[in-house]
């Protein structure tokens, strides 16, 4: 099913996929986009976590399609140092696929990269890039079969509740596959009991 296989790279490709909402509001070129990033990136300030672009990311997220839905909630670890995300796959209403995927600073490659499980039995990395407000993740995946997946999979953000997505390069046991089209994911609105749980101080304006 299109939708699955569309799920499937989506989770290989770790929840960063947005950059700082300051950092959209006043772009640069596209020449100069790739060196603000190596720069914002490869010197980060002391006091400020790397991972800080991706805070916007925190909150729960939803893709409603025709075959299928995902879910994905989005959280800080304790200190702030690395990013969790759980997602679900449901096929009318029951949950086919979950799966964990932490996101974090490498201070050895002087990037951010993520790790993904699945409930299947796969798991995989990514390596991200930014390319001014597009995240370009580099994805290795070995799938429960044993079989080597890889893709490119671009998040552009769109605004604070909205991001797109799509997959490119994509390849399963050494088989090119079609690119996944470009995809619109929103931020799931929360219900008047969580908005008066939820510590103001967490949420970034």
């Known amino acids: 099913m299109k939708k699955l296989l569309c799920v499937l790279l989506l989770v290989f490709a770790a929840a960063a996929c947005g950059t700082a909402q300051q950092d959209i509001a006043s772009p640069g070129t596209a020449s100069e ?3 603000a990033a190596e720069a914002d ?9 790397p991972l ?3 805070e916007w ?4 997220w939803v893709d409603q399609g025709e075959d299928a839905t995902i879910e994905a909630t989005c959280s800080w670890t304790k200190n702030r140092k690395f990013l969790t995300r759980s997602f679900s796959v449901l096929i009318d209403g029951k949950a086919t696929l979950e799966g ?11 990037q951010i990269r993520s790790w993904t499980f699945d409930s299947e039995g796969g798991f995989g990395e990514a390596h991200w890039i930014r390319d001014g407000n597009r995240w370009l993740a580099k994805t290795s995946f070995v799938l429960a079969d044993g079989k080597r997946a890889s893709a490119v999979n671009v998040f552009t953000y769109v605004d604070e509740n909205t991001l797109r997505w799509q997959s490119t390069a ?3 046991g050494g088989e090119l596959q079609p690119n996944i089209p470009e995809v619109t994911v929103v931020r799931r609105k929360a ?9 103001p101080a967490e ?3």
């Open 33 to 35: 986009e790739p060196a």
């Open 41 to 49: 990136t490869v010197q980060p300030d002391a006091d400020v976590s």
């Open 52 to 54: 800080a672009e991706l």
């Open 57 to 60: 990311m925190v909150g729960q």
């Open 100 to 110: 964990t995927q932490v996101i974090g600073w490498d201070p050895a490659a002087k």
């Open 170 to 172: 994509r390849e399963v």
């Open 191 to 199: 219900t008047d009991n969580e908005q008066e749980t939820t510590d």
């Open 203 to 205: 949420v970034k304006p």
